[in-house]
Structures are given as C-alpha cells and as structure tokens.
T-cell receptor, first 113, second 115 residues
C-alpha cells in the first residue's frame, strides 16, 4: 500500500531564507506526487505535482519540488521564504490505480520576520 | 479558484440528529472524495466515488454514508450524530476518465461540532 512520510512536524525559517519541507513516499509502480497548502480554517490549495518528466517541478507562489527516485523523496522548496508562506503543508501520493490521494501528516511552516 | 462548494461551513448540532453535508462541483469531474481532518492534523479518506451511482469506502472507517446521483453532487450523511463525529470534513474532486492521475481540488470544508 502507498504511504507518505513527512518527518518534520514543524519547520521554522527566517523571512528571506530558503526553506525546505521534506517528504518521502512508498508506492508500487510510478509515483504521482503532489504538494498542497492549508491556511487556518480553509480547505487545501494545490501547489504543484510530479507526474513524469523533469525532476524539478515548479508550482504556485514561487514553490518548487525536486523528485528523487533513488531516495523516494519529493521535497518542497522555496528560495526565499515570506511570512505569508506560514501555513500547514501536505505531501500526497496517488498510486497507478488512481484510487485516491494519500496524504502525509502535514508539516507546519513558520516564517518569522 | 476551484469551483467546489461545501455547505454549511460551520455546523453545531445535538447528539442523535441526522445531518447532511453538501458538496457540489461545477468542473464536471468524475471523481469525488470525502476526507475527515481534525484541526491541524492529517487527512483521512472516508469515502470516494468514480462517478454516478459509484460509492466506495476509504481507509478510515466511518459511520457516515454518501450518495452520487448526479455528477456534480456528493452529499455525506450522518444518520445519528455523536460527539466523536466532531471534526472537519473536506470534499474534493478530480478528473478520472480523461486524466486519471491529476490533482484533486478541495472545497473550503465543513467544521462539524456535535454537542
């Protein structure tokens, strides 16, 4: 069965510094990977996805993610963090059967000014 | 902004009441989902549907039921609400037949409190 791990409950960075939110996955076959962001009392907003092709995927709000097949990782990155990036971030995987998105436990990103 | 709507946004209801959480999408998506999420915690899939007249149970056991009579509508019903049902319920939809592995779009959620 597929699974997603987000090893950090919280990531703290200063505004202007680069940020990384980690995600590793386990899935049979080719993975389909996603990042979502959730602000308080809101639904999830889609950020970016990896389906196939380039290992570096660019998404919304300046975020990008790097797919690493050998390390089964899909870390979310941003070169320069903003205070407004503070939110809860979820990594998700869908297996080849396309049944559903399986989510990690989420990582709270806190960007200080 | 994705066109998927959930009503109500907030609901406080007494134990034993029957409730239906509404979810509608205007994107013509085949697949729809219900997730349950405690505040700031992970999402758990409770129901999903591949299309009209299709409903499946997710990974998390739930006392709720769903129906899919129309493509755009995927309501979730609790026959008898209990305090343990207090949570946030998120509805989502995605393409399936044309593009099976694309992203899902989420509604704003319904925060349910059973007293």
């Amino acid at each position: 069965a597929q699974s997603v791990a987000q090893p950090e409950d919280q990531v703290n960075v200063a505004e202007g510094n680069p940020l990384t939110v980690k995600c590793t996955y386990s899935v049979s076959g080719n993975p389909y990977l996603f990042w979502y962001v959730q602000y308080p009392n809101r639904g999830l907003q889609f950020l970016l996805k990896y389906i196939t092709g380039d290992n570096l995927v660019k998404g919304s709000y300046g975020f990008e993610a790097e797919f690493n097949k050998s390390q089964t990782s899909f870390h979310l990155k941003k070169p320069s963090a903003l205070v407004s990036d503070s939110a809860l971030y979820f990594c998700a995987v869908r297996d080849q059967a396309g049944t559903a998105l399986i989510f990690g436990k989420g990582t709270t990103l806190s960007v200080s000014s | 902004e994705a066109d998927i709507y959930q009503t109500p946004r907030y609901l406080v209801i007494g134990t034993g009441k029957k409730i239906t959480l509404e979810c509608s999408q205007t994107m013509g998506h085949d697949k729809m989902y219900w997730y349950q999420q405690d505040p700031g915690m992970e999402l758990h899939l409770i129901h999903y549907s591949y299309g009209v007249n299709s409903t499946e149970k997710g990974d998390l056991s739930s006392e709720s039921t769903v129906s899919r009579i129309r493509t755009e509508h995927f309501p979730l019903t609790l026959e008898s609400a209990r305090p343990s049902h207090t949570s946030q319920y998120l509805c989502a939809s995605s393409e399936y037949r044309r593009v099976p592995n694309t992203e899902a779009f989420f509604g704003q959620g319904t925060r349910l409190t059973v007293v």
